[in-house]
């Protein structure tokens, strides 16, 4: 089945910036969703078609794609963005479609 | 405002069954895609089900199908999640979720609930 692959974890001090990469096969032909976890709560969404942002989420949360791999930036990391990151894609190529989440990554604000 | 509210979850014992159910308010119902995403304990999510606005189309990630089954009710404005024959790896926190829809395909998840933790243990 599809798989998408993440880094478990990616630490950056207050003010950095913070890539998160998300690697899959079938990403050059699929969208990419990226969601923020906190612990205790729901997912949110951060960025969704590779590279667009909700609206109420900060500019500072950016999405990019080349080739294989869609990265997801934090400019200017606050202590508030750690949490973990989940990227996620849809793959239509089976006899059925499937919805697939990366195994997220954990981002510690040191 | 979209809001998602799950309820539902609870201890049941390995075998039997459970049915979630999702209150939606804030947007039209009847109008979108809905999803079931999990999380065991500790772990990452899982996608789980799909159905689409009108209930037509339904799909399952292979580890559960023939034992859950997606359904909706528009004129409640509810999603539900029947799960039967569960088993102690369908424990989880379970997320009702609104599907993002682009260019007449499903992509992603925009709003998602709180969440309703099912534990299945003897």
């Known amino acids: 089945s599809y798989e998408l692959t993440q880094p478990p974890s990616v630490s950056v001090s207050p003010g950095q910036t913070a890539r998160i990469t998300c690697s899959g096969d079938?990403?050059?032909?699929?969208?990419a969703y990226w969601y923020q976890q906190k612990p205790g709560q729901a997912p949110v969404l951060v960025i969704y078609?590779?590279?667009e942002r909700p609206s109420g989420i900060p500019e500072r949360f950016s999405g990019s794609s080349s080739g294989t791999t869609v990265t997801l930036t934090i400019s200017g990391v606050q202590a508030e963005d750690e949490a973990d990151y989940y990227c996620?894609?849809?793959?239509?190529?089976?006899?059925?479609?499937?919805?697939?989440f990366g195994g997220g990554t954990k981002l510690t604000v040191l | 405002e979209v809001q998602l509210v799950e309820s539902g979850g609870g201890l049941v014992q390995p075998g039997g069954s459970l049915r979630l159910s999702c209150a939606a308010s804030?947007?039209?119902?009847?109008?979108?895609?809905m999803s079931w995403v999990r999380q065991a304990p500790g772990k990452g999510l899982e996608w789980v089900a799909n159905?689409?606005?009108?209930?037509?189309?339904?799909y399952y990630v292979d580890s559960v199908k023939g034992r859950f089954t997606i359904s909706r009710d528009n004129a409640k404005n509810s999603l539900y999640l029947q799960m039967n024959s569960l088993r102690a790896e369908d424990t989880a926190v379970y997320y009702c979720?609104?599907?993002?829809?682009?260019?007449?395909?499903?992509?992603?998840?925009?709003?998602w609930g709180q969440g309703t933790l099912v534990t299945v243990s003897s």
């Open positions: 079938a990403l050059p032909k699929q969208f």
């Open positions: 159905i689409k606005e009108d209930g037509s189309e339904k």
């Open positions: 804030g947007f039209t119902f009847s109008s979108y895609w």
């Open positions: 996620q894609s849809a793959d239509s190529s089976g006899t059925y479609p499937d919805w697939v």
């Open positions: 078609k590779d590279s």
């Open positions: 979720a609104r599907g993002d829809l682009w260019f007449g395909e499903l992509w992603g998840f925009d709003y």
